[in-house]
């Protein structure tokens, strides 16, 4: 099973600044097969990243992924008010698909 | 629009079965595969079972192998999930999502869930 541990667990920022959350992989995930969702309270997880670096439709261009192999980055450039949630990693590259922990950003 | 949404979840004995359902509109339900994905109260999210377009293959995850069934009926454009023997770690809420593409592991679109709470 291919582990993911997101850090930090949580991240305190004011709006209008930059996140960084990193999601590392116990195992190389040489096809890019990635995911980055959020979630806030209350409600269904909403996808924001695909295949490691693409946004659906919808999804603002301040949310942007990178990483290769087995270390991988949500970049969120400025925070907005409605940013500040829980985010999940996961990885559909092999069976069982597994998720990371979540890093909550938070207001601070 | 895309929706999804699951029913089926109520408070069930420890050892007692429950069959979940979510209903897919919006979309041809017939042409992608499907997940069940899990969310226990305050915790993270775990990957539960997925089954092709067609039925014809299934996964599932080992906290829930030989325990629970994922099914689907493209005419009704409904996904199932079967759980049988419940144990009290099964409480959560339980998530259908939509893969992308009849065999597809990659997944978008979530429903809102439905509560199962395992307790005597």
């Known amino acids: 099973e291919i582990v993911l541990t997101q850090s930090p667990g949580t991240l305190s920022l004011s709006p209008g600044e930059r996140a960084t959350l990193s999601c590392r992989a116990s195992q190389s995930l040489g096809d890019n097969y990635l995911a980055w969702y959020q979630q806030k309270p209350g409600q269904a997880p909403r996808l924001l990243i695909y295949d490691v670096f693409y946004r659906p439709a919808g999804i603002p261009d301040r949310f942007s992924g990178s990483g290769s192999g087995t270390d991988f980055i949500l970049t969120i450039s400025r925070l907005e008010p409605e940013d500040f949630a829980v985010y999940y990693c996961?990885?559909?590259?092999?069976?069982?698909?597994?998720f990371g922990q979540g890093t909550k950003v938070e207001i601070k | 629009e895309v929706q999804l949404v699951e029913s089926g979840g109520g408070l069930v004995q420890p050892g007692g079965s429950l069959r979940l359902s979510c209903e897919g509109s919006?979309?041809?339900?017939?042409?992608?595969?499907m997940n069940w994905v899990r969310q226990a109260p305050g915790k993270g999210l775990e990957w539960l079972s997925y089954i092709t377009a067609s039925g014809a293959a299934t996964q599932y995850g080992d906290s829930v192998k030989g325990r629970f069934i994922v099914s689907r009926d493209n005419v009704k454009n409904s996904l199932f999930l079967h759980l049988s023997n419940l144990r009290d770690d099964d409480t959560a809420v339980y998530y259908c999502v939509r893969g992308v593409a009849a065999d597809s592991w990659r997944a978008d679109y979530w429903g809102q869930g439905t509560l199962v709470s395992v307790s005597s």
């Open positions: 996961q990885q559909y590259s092999r069976s069982p698909r597994t």
């Open positions: 919006g979309f041809t339900f017939s042409l992608h595969a």
